[in-house]
């Protein structure tokens, strides 16, 4: 199976997805440069890593949503290949319009770095799909601007639509995001945002190995 | 080609949750300010551009604004022109 992982400039969490995903599939990642115009032939999945694109200018991820690489990543995305994306990998995939809302800054204005704990609420994604609905696991999540909005409409288009994919379970909503959302996906299901790193616990010497079973899942459907 | 000054104003759209203009409000409330009733806080952008006309100046800074300068989700835009000259 071949994942392509993109970097931008100020991504951070890079080598901790690549570390995560080689770990998993037994198969290094491709590493694709943000400057780039197509994927390496042959991708099955993308992966957009956590970090500060471009040092969060303008807007978190408005920036790297623009690169070039980004139209690949989005004609891919709605040929319905799996893409995954992890905190700045979600402000990316909502600024491109991949998913809708915004995150916004926390509700508390300050930086949130801390486990939480995660309901899963749907597992159409291919990277949920080992998991039960309404199964819970615990994450670390690290972010300013994780605070996820979006108007009445668009809530119960998410809700009707079953686009919720993972919620802060009760009482542990880190950044005051609208019904303690932690992840959406897209309406066809193959399009995941997520705040928190389930990349940093994968690897045996996490404190746990629960971020490992999303990417056991994605070799699942992909093999 | 003309050379026009424009500017920008991003703000949050009304309804908006906007933390980092309460802040700002709750402490203008603790130096005194008690008439403070809230504070929206934006973006102002500077933009030096060259174009035909100022038609053409205008539709190209609503496209920069909807398709990177604001987030349209959550932010409104105005554009003012502020001068124009010929370049000799």
């Keep these: 199976m071949a994942v392509a992982v993109v970097v931008f400039p100020g991504s951070n969490r890079d080598q901790d997805m690549i570390d995560a995903v080689e770990h998993a599939t037994g198969q290094a990642p491709h590493v694709v440069w943000h400057a780039d115009s197509d994927l390496p032939t042959g991708t099955d999945a993308v992966i957009l890593p956590g970090g500060f694109s471009y040092g969060d200018y303008l807007r978190c991820g408005a920036i790297a949503a623009r690169a070039s690489v980004m139209t690949a990543v989005a004609d891919a995305a709605n040929r319905g290949m799996p893409v995954l994306g992890v905190c700045n990998g979600f402000q990316i995939l909502i600024e491109t319009g991949l998913l809708p809302g915004a995150l916004m800054r926390n509700a508390s204005l300050h930086f949130v770095c801390k486990t939480v704990e995660l309901k899963v609420v749907h597992n159409r994604s291919p990277f949920l799909q080992t998991w039960a609905i309404g199964e819970k696991w615990t994450c670390p999540v690290a972010h300013g601007d994780g605070n996820y909005v979006c108007d009445d409409t668009t809530l119960r288009a998410l809700q009707d639509n079953d686009q919720i994919a993972l919620t802060y379970a009760d009482g542990t909503n880190p950044n005051g995001s609208r019904d303690d959302i932690a992840g959406i996906t897209n309406k066809a299901g193959n399009v995941l945002g997520m705040m928190p790193h389930p990349e940093n616990v994968s690897l045996p010497h996490h404190p746990s190995r629960a971020g490992e079973r999303l990417f056991k899942g994605l070799l699942d459907e992909v093999e | ?88």
């Excluded at chain 2, 026009?4 to 703000?11: C, L, S, T």
């Excluded at chain 2, 190209?60 to 959550?74: G, K, S």
């Design chain 2, 1 to 88: 080609m003309i050379q026009f000054d424009a500017r920008v104003v991003i703000a949050l759209k009304p309804g908006v949750l906007d933390p980092q203009g309460k802040a700002s409000a709750d402490a203008l409330g603790g130096l005194g300010f008690s008439g403070v009733q809230s504070v929206r806080q934006g973006k102002v952008m500077d933009i030096e551009l060259q174009a035909a006309d100022i038609h053409a100046a205008r539709s190209d800074l609503e496209a920069m604004c909807d398709r990177l300068l604001a987030n349209t989700v959550i932010e409104d835009f105005e554009i003012a022109m502020l001068s124009e000259r010929v370049e000799a």
